[in-house]
């Protein structure tokens, strides 16, 4: 005997508006910000549309508000039918949809303010932090509900993928996210230095693996058999596909690292892992495109077959890329490039955009139940978007190996043959102005995308609730059935499983390098910050100066002549959080200290082209004008305290601010040494100053000392 029920398609519709809404969004400050880095001047003197400001706005808009969306909309639309049952509870799917937007609202006000801990894909604060992690909880309490109360007893292997990026998601976020607060918007990474880098980039590449890949391998391995009608091509690969890809991805973080301060075993690791993932990605890759075997002479007139066979050879040839750039000799040259931000745009462009306008093309007829309102215009979109891709990926290659190996060339003499950083930053400014044209070709697709859906669900009839019927699950016993069959019928093992499979390659990697003292030596010349200094840091992180600047010299001849001695573990044992940055938009400011007057930082951060002719860096007027709060330090203090960071007890309550006061004397003094008058101790430009000036000296001390012992024997 059948059941009837219905499948509410109301919450679908409500993540498919925010997923344009914010796709639009999202892409647009992407091109602001890519115009930016030829044309500083877009910021319009505005504290809040910097570069460091707002590209942290942009990843975090298209990754947790545009594929964020999409991702729920696929979820909400495929798993009540895939488990023939409604959503566990509409209360909690309004829930998670109202609270999501509102954490991408959040995410939208406090970026441009500056309120950032600067680890990348993971920037917003404490206070948001948690509502994430509440409205996830309310996600899975839903998902893990709905698919108890089915009505299908085998659970499709999307569930699978949708199972897996709750559980890996909702860990990543809590252990990266460990964090002391300050303030209401100011906290502290729990972690420091190298542990915080190993954590910072298990979280950065996982979240890239379970956010932006597995839920999208579930919506693959839904929709795509969906539009092509027809069966998956294979179960048992992708069996082999599910469990293998989720348990080595995990391991993979380090590969981020290469030539870092981290461990080499766990560098090591993390490229074997890296590399053994080319197996698994490829055979999810051909399990989808061999679903469209006898179907490709569809492919040329469906433009949603299109946008999805696209996505996924662009699948294919990230996780064929991933690998490559874990290997050594190559990470020796794109990593620091925009060669990476060429990679990372063949995967969002290409495998998560295409593969959610697919989506979105299939989805929006069958839910206003009428025909797609213009394939010319789908079709259109398709070429725009394709333009787009290539448009921005292959001038970022072509920056990026340029770049690299301008930064490596030496002379017959044994100089740096560009030995002044912005002649590689001059040189690749076209290739940017090319991207920029690639992003807006991008950008105008996705808006007649955006006018062909709307005509689509103008000229027809939502359907807000529809009706389906089934019959009730019931008991079986079956004999010889395939193992992963019966694992299927058991989706709290199958969960605690998955789990299980996760947390191996975290635990492997991050227990030794906390617990074993041996790898992070410590330096007995490297000290805490001063008040001031700390100050400035915070500055400096509110700036999103990491976001251009590495404070990273890595063991080569080419970056140990051009900055000085390469960096060492025990230096950054007070970083919380640790500055490595991914890309050098600008030089490593890593042994920056003492290498200029303070009267330089003055100018260059007062009008950059004025110590840099040719500079791309905005100027910073707000930081002439705004105050430092010296009373804030003192919560500082105690949170690095708590944090063991080694301050005096009481340190805080008088001598810090003394400290302070006399510290920005002697740079206000400096300054008006060199001509530069009307600077008060309390600017903020004097508390960067502070900072920047201490950069790398605690080693240059060491080295000083060392010469000196040398000299006297």
């Not at 997923?19 to 892409?27: K, P």
């Not at 972690?191 to 980039?201: H, I, N, P, R």
């Not at 306008?357 to 309102?373: I, S």
């Not at 640790?578 to 100018?603: A, C, E, I, Q, V």
Request: hydrophobic content about 45%; charged content about 15%; glycine content about 8%.
């Amino acid at each position: 005997m059948t059941e009837k029920f219905y499948y509410d398609n109301k919450i679908v519709r409500a993540f498919l508006i925010a997923t344009v809404v914010f796709g639009a969004i999202g892409m647009l400050v992407g091109l602001i910000v890519a115009i930016q880095l030829y044309y500083p001047a877009l910021n319009l003197g505005l504290p809040y549309t910097t570069f460091g400001r707002i590209r942290p706005l942009h990843t975090n808009a298209v990754i947790f508000a545009f594929v964020g969306n999409a991702i729920f909309a696929g979820v909400y639309y495929s798993m009540p039918r895939l488990l023939k049952t409604p959503m566990f509870s509409k209360t909690l799917s309004w829930i998670h949809f109202w609270g999501w937007q509102l954490i991408i609202l959040s995410a939208a006000i406090t970026l441009p303010l500056g309120y950032t801990t600067s680890k990348e894909y993971a920037e917003l604060e404490w206070p948001i932090d948690i509502a994430i992690t509440i409205i996830w909880v309310v996600f899975g309490w839903n998902m893990l509900g709905t698919i108890l109360r089915r009505r299908e007893r085998h659970m499709y292997v999307a569930i699978w993928f949708y199972i897996a990026t709750f559980i890996t998601v909702a860990v990543l976020h809590v252990v990266n996210s460990f964090e002391l607060p300050v303030s209401f918007l100011k906290s502290y990474s729990w972690y420091a230095g190298v542990q915080d880098a190993l954590v910072q980039w298990w979280y950065g590449h996982n979240a890239v693996a379970f956010f932006l890949t597995t839920p999208f391998l579930g919506l693959m391995y839904y929709y795509l058999p969906k539009a092509a009608n027809r069966p998956v091509y294979s179960y048992r690969l992708s069996i082999v596909h599910f469990w293998s890809l989720i348990f080595i991805y995990i391991w993979a973080g380090p590969h981020h690292l290469l030539y870092s301060t981290l461990p080499d075993w766990a560098q090591s690791l993390g490229t074997v892992f890296s590399v053994m993932l080319i197996a698994p990605s490829w055979g999810g890759m051909l399990n989808g495109l061999l679903t469209l075997r006898g179907a490709w002479d569809r492919v040329r007139e469906n433009p949603i077959l299109k946008f999805m066979v696209v996505a996924v050879t662009a699948y294919g040839m990230a996780t064929f890329e991933g690998p490559m750039l874990s290997l050594k000799n190559v990470n020796a040259i794109s990593h620091f490039t925009d060669w990476t931000i060429a990679h990372v745009h063949i995967g969002g462009l290409g495998w998560n955009g295409f593969m959610t306008f697919g989506m979105l093309y299939w989805l929006v007829p069958k839910m206003w139940n009428t025909e797609l309102y213009s394939k010319r215009l789908a079709n259109t979109h398709f070429w725009l978007g394709t333009l787009g891709i290539i448009f921005y990926a292959l001038p970022m290659y072509w920056a990026g190996i340029t770049q690299s190996l301008m930064w490596k060339e030496f002379t017959p003499d044994g100089m740096l043959q560009y030995p002044n950083f912005l002649t590689t930053v001059t040189q690749i400014v076209p290739m940017y102005v090319l991207r920029s044209i690639g992003g807006a070709l991008y950008l105008t697709g996705f808006f007649v995308m955006v006018y062909n859906l709307w005509k689509t669900a103008a000229q027809g009839s939502f359907v807000a609730e529809e009706a389906a019927e089934a019959p009730a699950l019931k008991p079986v016993h079956a004999k010889n059935e395939y193992w992963h069959a019966i694992l299927e019928r058991k989706p709290v093992l199958f969960t605690v499983l998955s789990l299980v499979a996760i947390l191996i390659g975290g635990i492997a990697q991050m227990i030794p390098t906390f617990l074993v003292e041996s790898n992070i030596p410590t330096i007995a010349a490297v000290k805490p910050y001063t008040p001031l200094e700390l100050i400035g840091r915070d500055i400096y992180i509110r700036e999103g100066c990491n976001n251009c600047h590495s404070q990273l010299v890595r063991p080569f001849r080419s970056e140990v002549v051009r900055y000085g001695e390469y960096s060492k573990a025990g230096e950054y044992v007070y970083e919380h959080p640790f500055l490595w940055g991914s890309k050098r938009t600008g030089p490593d400011l890593m042994r920056l200290g003492g290498k200029y007057p303070d009267s330089w930082h003055y100018n260059h951060m007062y009008d950059p082209t004025s110590m840099s002719p040719g500079s791309i860096m905005p100027p910073y007027p707000w930081l002439f004008e705004q105050k430092y709060d010296k009373e804030e330090v003192k919560g500082k203090i105690a949170a690095m305290r708590t944090l063991g960071v080694p301050y005096p007890e009481g340190y805080e309550q008088e001598m810090a601010l003394k400290d302070i006061d006399k510290q920005a004397q002697r740079i206000v003094a400096s300054l008006n040494k060199d001509g530069i008058q009307n600077v008060a101790p309390d600017d903020e430009i004097v508390a960067l100053i502070a900072y920047l000036q201490r950069l790398g000296t605690d080693i240059q001390k060491v080295d000083a000392e060392a010469q000196t012992q040398a000299d006297t024997k």
